[in-house]
């Protein structure tokens, strides 16, 4: 803690001389009988520093600023082995860049004398967090605000938190919240009473990375900007670079060790990563086989992959399969089957090899030693890890990994700009599309008469308003503020370069990664295994693949349905024209041909009933889909229409229009058959052939039937039992459009 006084003495004249506030810039530190010379700081951030802990330091970061200099940053090393309790009373304000995993930063601000609000980026995270604190300092301790998990078995409500605000217990308030919660505490707390709480936001870089897959994620830092400066902080062990110009504003403040320990680093270059997993397992087995060990990797096809190689290649082995768990996130439960597993209560791992997904790359403490294994690869490029991901992998084991090893593969991919331009690119992109919207608004106000077509330009503006790194797939550059004003995603942006990093520098050979770890002042062994997929590899990942793209497939089409629902709801027709017409234009080809359906029959069935329809019968192969079209088309043509009273007279089935069900059951041969059908498509399809097998499938689409050795008996209609449509095809429908709708071509 000693500083450099006279140092700090001309930087701070400096910076006044080139009309710089002083302590807006700098980190808030104060001495001990300022302004004479001291010989300790006493405060940093707010935070009250541990005099007794003589042999830590704070080093201030200078940058050059004109003639003069300023800083915005120091460093806090810590002395070896401290806890951040050990040298604070609180948690400093600012950027706080932990470095070192389970150094205590929540536990710091859970025990500091004032109101806190803790927000965490996973309801797991949360809720264990929660369970520690209630086990050591007693019951109301904290509160946690989040969807049900564990003993919480229903949602928090607004009397549930107020309950908790106005228990008098001597206790301060404290809040563990899920990021997705925050609104409900914030609304129950008061804006008025927010200058009684300090907002932490901890594991703020988990936040910027999957913000892409939850955009409400980034609320978050709409909230915190309503705290003033001083009653807020982020933090993360592993920080990233920042582009939101709020954060940018505050203070970093970085603390490690003395002496960090190194770690010793096993790295595995390959061409065929889950083959390189499971060897790994087997040469840990081979030195002990009850030692636990965990495998992080960030995609459950590939898990799956793994587990079904582990199970072929370790064939009488007894009791592989009871020793395997999945540890992943509640929306991948189902997938995960039976391997789906938790934490145990005292934080150990209920099998001997578990898989883990980024779910549980963070703020979960494991309180067994273990070997710890991380995947990365190109094949599956979000599952790329940084040097900071790799590190809060190993910090999950508390008491210290037997060992750590890396798999990965590399690429060489053509670098088409630099990191710089990349940034500067889509920064202000970003920039220039919201003020596209922004002026749209504006011209608004002077021509209202202009209001529908906001959704058109919106559209168009949000449909460009997306960028990607190589073949990786697109995150959007904007969203919308919990002011409901469309703003830069910054969170996006900063993960797209974090993607940049990884996929042209980082992970572009196989040396770079090694370099990167030495650095850090790692060691480093080489373990390097290529080999050529076996049949078997090759059978397991063909399986799993196709139900990757199914699941992917079933995901899109849930999607569709949701986007549909909220398209019935738009009241001008053309607007809900123009944006049916962009959701074909704009998705994939599986989608696209789903919403092209759609659009031919929505103007006769319910949107929800339809959509259900189209999604059951969408995996259909051709024969089955044409069947289920055609009954459809035919069940919906009005009763007056020229085609269906000509099928259904020339049938015999009835002659009374609008009594459609009045028929008897009739006999019908397949020569009378095939010479019905005839008449009835010369008519409306003159020159069209019918062969016999299309004409059989073609009755059974109009009538319901039963058959009989020689018969086609006719029942009754709707063969596929549809629900009466709100509007029937009308009878003016040319015969060539039917053709489209029967889709014989």
């Not at 700098?26 to 951030?45: A, C, R, S």
Request: overall charge negative.
């Amino acid at each position: 803690m000693k500083p450099d006084y006279d140092d700090y003495l001309r930087l701070k004249e400096n910076c006044e001389a080139n009309g710089i506030n002083f302590k807006y810039v700098t980190v808030d530190l104060q001495f001990d009988d300022y302004p004479l010379p001291p010989l300790f700081f006493t405060k940093i951030n707010g935070a009250i520093i541990n005099q007794d802990k003589t042999d830590a330091l704070i080093t201030i970061d200078v940058d050059e600023l004109i003639d003069g200099y300023y800083y915005n940053s120091c460093t806090c090393t810590l002395e070896d082995g401290d806890k951040l309790g050990d040298f604070l009373s609180c948690l400093p304000y600012g950027v706080i860049n932990k470095t070192i995993p389970g150094i205590g930063a929540t536990t710091l601000e859970l025990n500091s004398d004032r109101n806190s609000i803790i927000v965490v980026p996973t309801k797991s995270l949360a809720y264990y967090k929660y369970l520690r604190t209630e086990e050591e300092k007693g019951e109301y301790s904290c509160m946690y605000i989040g969807s049900p998990f564990g003993e919480i078995t229903s949602d928090i409500t607004q009397k549930d938190i107020k309950k908790y605000l106005e228990l008098d217990n001597g206790k301060k308030k404290k809040f563990l919240v899920v990021a997705d919660s925050l609104p409900k505490v914030l609304k129950a707390i008061g804006s008025k009473n927010f200058d009684n709480y300090f907002l932490m936001i901890d594991e703020i870089d988990t936040l910027q990375t999957d913000n892409c897959y939850r955009p409400s994620l980034e609320d978050v830092i709409d909230y915190y900007t309503l705290f003033k400066e001083e009653n807020r902080a982020v933090v993360s062990a592993t920080i990233r670079p920042f582009t939101h110009p709020e954060v940018l504003k505050d203070t970093i403040l970085t603390t490690k060790y003395k002496n960090n320990p190194p770690r010793n680093i096993q790295l595995r270059h390959t061409n065929n990563e889950d083959l390189c997993t499971i060897v790994t397992i087997f040469e840990m087995m081979d030195i002990n086989p009850f030692d636990k060990i965990v495998i992080a990797y960030n995609s459950l096809d590939g898990i799956l992959v793994c587990i079904e190689l582990f199970l072929k290649l370790s064939e009488g082995i007894n009791g592989i399969r009871d020793n395997i768990g999945i540890l992943c996130g509640e929306a991948s439960k189902e997938k995960a089957g039976d391997y789906y597993i938790e934490i145990n209560a005292d934080r150990t791992l209920p099998k001997q090899f578990v898989f883990m997904t980024c779910a549980y790359f963070v703020g979960v403490d494991i309180e067994e030693p273990y070997h710890s294994v991380a995947v990365s690869t190109f094949n599956q490029p979000f599952t790329l890890l940084s040097t900071n991901r790799l590190a809060q992998i190993v910090g999950r084991c508390r008491v210290g990994a037997l060992s750590e090893t890396v798999i990965y593969t590399t690429k060489r991919i053509e670098v088409k700009e630099k990191f710089n331009d990349f940034k500067e690119k889509i920064l202000k992109k970003a920039e220039v599309f919201t003020k596209a919207i922004q002026a749209f608004k504006d011209v608004l106000v002077q021509a209202p008469e202009l209001a529908e077509a906001e959704v058109n330009s919106n559209e168009i503006i949000n449909y460009f308003a997306y960028e990607k790194v190589n073949n990786d797939y697109p995150v959007k550059l904007l969203r919308a503020n919990i002011n409901n004003e469309i703003v830069p995603s910054y969170f996006n942006i900063d993960a797209l370069l974090e993607r940049w990093y990884l996929h042209h520098s980082l992970y572009y050979e196989r040396s770079i990664l090694e370099k990167e770890l030495k650095k850090q002042n790692h060691l480093i062994r080489r373990n390097d295994y290529y080999h050529d997929y076996l049949e078997e590899q090759k059978d397991i990942l063909a399986s799993v693949k196709k139900e990757f793209k199914q699941d992917k497939l079933d995901e899109s089409l849930l999607d569709a349905k949701t986007k549909l629902m909220e398209w019935d709801k738009i009241t001008s027709a053309q607007i809900k024209t123009d944006e049916l017409y962009h959701l074909i234009k704009s998705s994939s080809k599986q989608l696209k041909k789903f919403y092209e359906r759609f659009k031919k029959f929505y103007p006769y069935f319910e949107t929800e009933y339809l959509v259900d329809l189209l999604i059951e019968h969408h995996n259909d192969d051709e024969r089955k889909y044409k069947t289920f079209n055609n009954s459809l088309v035919f069940w919906a043509l009005d009763e007056k229409h020229p085609f269906k009273i000509l099928v259904i007279e020339k049938f015999g089935y009835k002659h009374e229009v609008g009594n459609l069900e009045a028929g008897k059951p009739l006999n019908i041969s397949t020569d009378d058959n095939l010479r019905t059908m005839k008449i009835i498509f010369d008519s409306f399809f003159q020159g069209y052939a019918i062969k016999e097998k299309v004409q059989k499938e073609l009755l059974k689409c109009f009538f319901k039937r039963s058959r009989t050795k020689k018969y086609f008996k006719v029942i009754g209609l709707n063969p596929m039992e549809f629900a009466e449509p709100k509007t029937k095809i009308h009878e003016s429908v040319q015969a060539r459009e039917l053709i489209k709708l029967f889709e014989l071509q």
